[in-house]
T-cell receptor, first 113, second 114 residues
């Protein structure tokens, strides 16, 4: 696609539920990043994929968070047993890898009620 | 600890005026520094990319400077326009264990008034 696409754009879920957030990177981009941005804050790193593998998942806050990228393209961020503190905008970015420019999607706004 | 701090936290200026946003970082080893513009409800968009050896980089009305010795960067906006109203985020990239990590500042929220 022309840019990084994230779906849904908004998601409201009840505390304790499971959610999946999807990211479609720019075609051909091997690197994919997930970030979480709370209101008034800069994005915080969650996980970085190079191809199909998670090269760095040190930003995932706990084991309720998991992300996959099975075919090296689309990625899904999965959150189990959601908590109100998980409410944030989840941003995805992709790049050609290394220090090449990363392009961001517009994010998924997750609200846990 | 790798950190990126920005100032001011927010800024209001009149259309047509200039402004300068500051970024201080303690990230090491440094690879490069980027300024991003983030409109409300949108993802960040890159404005400038600077490597260790570059002191200044311009992109239209945006000019970024970098002093790698003092670990400071600034973003200067000339002749501001209403559309410049956004958050401006300083991002420092460093390498660790063969991967690149982005450290984001909390941003400066700029409001340009007519």
């Amino acid at each position: 696609g022309a840019g990084v696409s994230q779906t849904p754009s908004n998601k409201v879920t009840e505390k304790g539920k499971y959610v999946e957030l999807r990211c479609d990177p720019i075609s051909g981009h091997t690197a994919l990043y997930w970030y979480r941005q709370s209101l008034g804050q800069g994005p915080e790193f969650l996980i970085y994929f190079q191809g199909t593998g998670a090269a760095d998942d040190s930003g995932l806050p706990n084991d309720r968070f998991f992300a996959v990228r099975p075919e090296g393209s689309v990625s899904t961020l999965k959150i189990q047993r959601t908590e109100r503190g998980d409410s944030a905008v989840y941003l995805c970015a992709s790049s050609l890898g290394g220090l090449t420019e990363a392009f961001f999607g517009q994010g998924t706004r997750l609200t846990v009620v | 600890k790798n950190q990126v701090e920005q100032s001011p936290q927010s800024l209001i200026i009149l259309e047509g005026k200039n402004c300068t946003l500051q970024c201080n970082y303690t990230v090491s080893p440094f690879s490069n520094l980027r300024w991003y513009k983030q409109d409300t409800g949108r993802g960040p968009v890159s404005l400038t990319i600077m490597t260790f050896s570059e002191n200044t980089k311009s992109n239209g009305r945006y000019t970024a400077t970098l002093d790698a010795d003092t670990k400071q960067s600034s973003l200067h906006i000339t002749a501001s326009q209403l559309s410049d109203s956004a958050s401006y985020i300083c991002v420092v990239i460093f390498t660790t264990s063969g991967t690149y990590k982005y450290i984001f500042g909390t941003g400066t929220r700029l409001k340009v008034l007519a």
